[in-house]
């Protein structure tokens, strides 16, 4: 499904529209702040899937993480774990169980 983002010349608000049918991209949505017309069209963000051996091997454990990393709810634990592999420790199924807990939000809610 084709979704654009635009920039209002006359506002200056982005916005984000689905554009179906032959020649959508070349069409300009109005605004939905002004109703002007003249729309720059914006460069979209996009993700990428990382796998957690992918993100394991990424994380330098030497280093303070940026504000994103703790974001991330798919690092929790990620350092324990890179730790314990590099030392050669098996933490076992409980350790893997309660990650996947605090991943989910589930431990938190157990907690209260």
């Known amino acids: 499904m084709p979704v ?4 209002c010349m ?3 608000r982005a916005s984000t529209h689905v554009l179906l049918g032959s020649g959508a991209a070349r069409r300009r949505p ?6 002007a017309r003249r729309l720059r ?7 990428v899937h990382e796998t957690e051996a992918a993100r394991m091997a990424r994380l330098d454990e030497r280093k ?4 994103s990393f703790y974001r991330d709810s798919r690092n929790v634990g ?6 314990a592999r590099d030392m050669g420790v098996d933490l076992g199924p409980k350790f893997e169980a309660t990650v996947e807990k605090a ?3 589930k431990l938190i ?3 209260i």
């Open 103 to 105: 991943r989910s939000g």
């Open 41 to 47: 069209r914006l460069m979209s963000s996009f993700a």
């Open 30 to 35: 109005a605004c939905p702040g002004c109703g």
């Open 78 to 83: 990620l350092w324990a774990k890179k730790r």
């Open 109 to 111: 809610k157990e907690m």
């Open 64 to 67: 303070p993480a940026g504000e």
């Open 10 to 12: 006359r506002c200056g």
């Open 4 to 7: 654009y983002e635009y920039k």
